[in-house]
């Protein structure tokens, strides 16, 4: 029984994960489970499980907790040192990194640090900091496993190939919700809008990403640190269907994919059960139907966020980590109605722009980078929001 930690238990990735730890008994023990203030869904997942460790962000979300579950025998942590406790426990061999945004950055690398193999779903977390997660990974042992379903696929086509035999990657991207709608009517987009997915059912800000494509833009940044090749060989296609993952051009011209139902179990049971491959429960591509395959390039006019990824990425440094809290705070200001659809390019760009990349040595340079970062682009959301009354 390989015992699991999961970090973000209670979100849509996290639920998957426990969904194919059901479909398989006997093949994992859950040790721990960390949430953040969603305990009706933590309570049930802890009376299942019965994990050895679980934490909350908040002391009022501790206390609902223990009112909803029996917590006997189990520690309970609170914010980011719960998380580590989870994320660094004895007893787990893997953890689950499915926390959404930085506040995963800690435990993911602490996790790398204790040895552990990482099932990454928390892309955000190796924009931050990939060189120094890769350092962890390579110098402890632990294996990085990706979740997403693109980087998975890239995983498979790839199957250990050397860099040298990669022309590029190509990465692919539904387009969200906006791909054919005329840019003159973007500073119009609602949140709800914004929240219609047409192919994944998603968390709220991965969701607000796919529609800005920052989702593919942080992808690419998240492909160059787990696979090793520059940010220059990745390349982005839109592809409504969603059917093809993604792709790996050889340097012979030859072009392997990775095709399969939009169902994240697939990735999530991929990352778990590697590099071993179980029967899955999961219905298979319906090849009796005819099915039309679409292929186009990016609108980068229309999708700005691509070309402010590319641009942090060469900039490299504490620039991706810059980039990714610019793009949570702007995100969440969107979500809650203060800006439009249009301030998230426009204020990451702003502080991008203003943002001398410095050199990361460690986590504290990310995280001063980080912090920099949600304090200037609150200035630049609240100075468009005054513009525009
Ligand atoms: N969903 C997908 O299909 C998908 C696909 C590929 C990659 N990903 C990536 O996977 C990650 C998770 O995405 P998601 O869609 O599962 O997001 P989600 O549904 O919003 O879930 C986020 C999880 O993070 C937890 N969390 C949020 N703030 C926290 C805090 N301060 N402390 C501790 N935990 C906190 C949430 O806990 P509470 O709900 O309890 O507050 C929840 O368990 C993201 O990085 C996303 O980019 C997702």
Known sequence: MKGLSILGSTGSIGTNVLRIVDAFPGRFRVVGLAAGGNVERLARQVARHRPQVV???TP?????????VDLSGI???????????????????MVVAAAVGAVGLVPTYRALEAGKDVALANKETLVMAGELMLAQSRARGGRLLPIDSEHCALHQCLDGKPPADVRRLVLTASGGPFRNRPRDTFDRITPDEALAHPTWAMGRKITVDSATLMNKGLEVIE????????AERIEILIHPQSVVHSMVELVDGTVLAQLGVTDMRLPIQYALSYPERWEAAIPGMDFTKAMTLEFAPPDRERFPCLDLAAAAIRAGGSAPAVLNA???????????????????????????EAHPPAAVAGLGDVLAADDWARRRVQEALQRGAAARV
């Open 55 to 57: 934490s909350v962000s």
């Open 60 to 68: 009022g979300a501790r206390e609902a907790l223990g009112r909803l």
């Open 75 to 93: 520690r309970v942590g609170l914010g980011e040192a719960g998380m580590v406790e989870v994320a660094t426990y004895p007893e787990a061999r």
């Open 223 to 230: 492909a160059r640190w787990l696979f090793g090749i520059d």
């Open 326 to 352: 610019a793009n949570e705070e702007a995100v969440a200001a969107f979500l809650d109605g203060r800006v439009p659809f249009t301030a998230i390019p426009e204020s990451i760009r702003e502080v991008l």
